[in-house]
């Protein structure tokens, strides 16, 4: 059977595949920051040279920022997208590492081998699994396992600016039967899982400002108004004691989760308290009356993800700043509308500004939640391909995390998008010392080689 | 008559002590930064030989900090300390300085000529007024006049680590009939001031931790802790909505205005609408029943001095922080105890800390408040002498700002201490482009030539 050659390829060549994800890691790809803008070109073209290898029609499209990366190859059956992004997150704070982020290296941890180092996970490992599964097969068939569109971003870290206008201006050649997208997880480290609940994004940045300069806090301290202090009163009324978020109109469009799949969540047996004691926490915060799996699948949340004001060096400074900075970011759920919902975060920080200071914002990114339709047959094919790999069923399951690109599909290409992957919670993906556990690696390449036997 | 010989003197040589200030503000002698070390001692190094050339026997003293420079000289009269500190203020934001901070200028302005540059008022400007006045009072007539001890610090503007043990192990040197400090302001541009209320510090640094490493906010939010909402909430609980500091027994000890002084201020005729206008502002914030004058001068407060956490580059990072941080200052009035205060806010802090947060503290420094005794003779032969330089009566005044070592001169020295100084309001001491007016510097070192005819 050809498939058993080609899993069996995918064994043999697992080292010159480890090599292969490397060399890609250590390009430090960081979207956000312009100072690695070439870099972010350099993984573009990397990715280009290996699918050209296999046979793809492959190149790097420019766009406003970051190329994309777009290969169309083989023949017959499903035409199917896969989408991956080859960009990282920031590697801050630097010091947490235990060696550079740019340098992944294999280290056995009592859990098991890991490949360690900024991207391993997210998502360069995880979109190797896609490209090798193709390999393999393109070495035993001697072709593609059909016909395949690869397509990868280079700003999914940074909000995805160029991507609505790429997919409008080139949706005649990115439409295909069905999307797979690699940036997902397991739903534990034995159980695969198909994700088709997405919680949608609003990034806002704040910038307060009082005084036309810094002032010397005991000259003016205690008569001029001080940016830090009004910012973390407005802050501090984000939420109330209940865990609710306080700005007017947030729950509007909140849907609560359908019964049949509160029931299969409530078999999922999720373990909170491991989820949070692995990152040394143990007690659920957030909303009083909500389970955990629903406060991080299917609950819109408020974060303050970065705050910053006056002196922040060593040693003390006696400045009371004329501005003071945060950044916040929404989770949304259901049908709230990321748009209204930033006028009204906007409207509600206005509102509580004291004489003499302004505010100014910055949009880092809105996306609406989406759930796919799960009735495509595809998905009921990749979930028996995942168990025929992993033995036991793929869950159907929520992201906590938002990944717009599968609503932009859905609105842009009318393409529904099948989530799965072979992260794991414990990969501290936008944390210090990032890691891919390489049975999540060998066994994702195997899951997709199942995938495209099924999907082909 | 020998005074109007220095008083020339000092007008024909203006010049050259100009390009002496400048040369001291070359030097980048920043005290609470590590990097600045060697500079600082570079710094005590110039005012040593500067000081040897006038005849001092002069020495910079080592300390586990930066060195402190002693200098003894001339004979006869009331044995006089000078103090001023020749450290100062990081720069930063560096981008906002109109050429580097250590590079000085001589600028036109629509107020007049001034000297801009880190240092130019706080404190290389005004110490150098007390040197040059030596010097012309040297060149006339051939001595220094009386006997003088010149003592500058290097850590001033770090908490002044050293100073109680120098002070404590040279008390028999050092001590004198009465201290002249150089570290404050006129009243107003015409009006100079003597200032004889001091304000006490405490700064705290706090560190809020909650998870083990930062976390994805998508993948824990709602559900861990965020250091940054516990920091802002506790931050926004620090004044009521009267803008009063809520820590408590935060008032015990403090004092109200004297009658005297409390009639004296009010002929001063504070123009807060120009003194908040000139930094962009019109509405006095803080307590609300409290004139301007009073909260700059009398009244206790709390400032939140710099927030630090989480993402804060360039684009968005959705990040869930494992720790944030703030650094948080009080200035402290009558008999407020720092130590006490400390004690108290830090378990203030600590009660309001939800499950799975831990709190960690820095001290920066802790200093009381002071007054001075100001029936001491020498006091009003300073105010005669600083009537005859300006033209009108030098006012008795408060300071917003903390200037320690005035009590430690009283409790380890048993000594009074009269604070005079020429800086502006507007000279942005601590700030971007600070300058000092070259009429400051030329009056100021004419006032001293005065004072010390007087106090001779």
Chains 1, 2 share one sequence.
């Not at 050659?5 to 920051?33: E, G, K, W, Y």
């Not at 072709?143 to 971003?153: H, V």
């Not at 495509?376 to 028996?384: I, S, T, Y």
Request: glycine share 10%; net charge negative; with cysteine.
């Amino acid at each position: 059977m050809t498939l058993d050659a080609v899993l069996a390829r995918i064994d043999d060549t697992l080292p010159q595949a480890l090599d292969r994800l490397m060399d890609l890691m250590r390009i430090p790809s960081i979207s956000t920051d312009p100072a690695f803008k070439a870099d972010c070109a350099r993984a573009a073209d990397w990715l280009v040279e290996d699918l050209k290898s296999l046979g793809f029609d492959a190149s790097a499209r420019p766009t406003p920022g970051h190329p994309m990366v777009v290969a169309h190859g083989g023949s017959g059956g499903n035409h199917l997208l896969f989408y991956g992004h080859y960009d990282v997150q920031p590697v801050d704070p630097l010091s947490l590492w235990h060696h550079d982020p740019f340098d992944p290296q294999i280290e056995d941890t009592p859990k098991g081998t890991v490949l360690r180092g900024r991207g391993a996970s997210d998502d360069k490992g995880q979109l190797m699994t896609f490209i090798e599964a193709c390999r393999a097969w393109k070495a035993v068939h001697g072709a593609l396992p059909g016909k395949l569109t690869i397509f990868l971003e280079g700003e999914e870290e940074s909000g995805s600016p160029s991507l609505i206008p790429f997919l409008k201006a080139n949706a005649a050649e990115l439409k295909a039967e069905v999307a797979l997208i690699c940036d997902t997880g397991l739903f534990d480290s034995r159980t695969p899982a198909i994700t088709t609940m997405l919680r949608g994004l609003l990034g806002e940045e704040i910038t307060i400002r009082a005084a036309s300069r810094d002032l010397h806090s005991g000259m003016y301290g205690g008569l001029a108004q001080n940016p830090i202090q009004i910012l973390t009163r407005i802050l501090a009324g984000l939420h109330n004691a209940d865990g609710r978020v306080m700005v007017p109109g947030f729950y509007d469009g909140v849907t609560e989760l359908p019964d049949t799949l509160r029931a299969q969540w409530q078999n999922l047996a999720f373990d909170h308290a491991r989820f949070l004691g692995d990152v040394g926490l143990s007690v659920p915060a957030g909303e009083q009356d909500r389970t955990p799996l629903e406060k991080i699948w299917s609950r819109p949340t408020a974060e303050m993800n970065g705050i910053w004001g006056g002196y922040t060096g060593d040693g003390f400074k006696t400045v009371l700043p004329g501005e003071a900075h945060a950044k916040v970011s929404f989770r949304l759920v259901g049908s709230q509308d990321p748009v209204i919902l930033r006028e009204s975060f906007r409207a509600w920080v206005r509102d509580q500004l004291p004489a003499d200071c302004s505010v100014t914002f910055k949009e880092h990114g809105t996306s609406p939640a989406s759930a796919m339709q799960i009735n495509h047959p595809a998905f009921e094919a990749a979930r028996a391909a995942l168990t025929d790999e992993w033995g036991l069923s793929a869950a159907y399951t929520g992201a906590g995390g938002s990944i717009p690109v599968a609503g932009y599909f859905k609105t842009y290409l009318g393409m529904d998008a099948i989530l799965l992957g072979f992260a794991k919670d414990d990969d501290q993906i936008h944390s210090p010392n990032e890691k891919y556990d390489i049975s999540s690696f060998h066994k994702g390449i195997r899951s997709w080689a199942r995938i495209l036997a099924r999907l082909q």
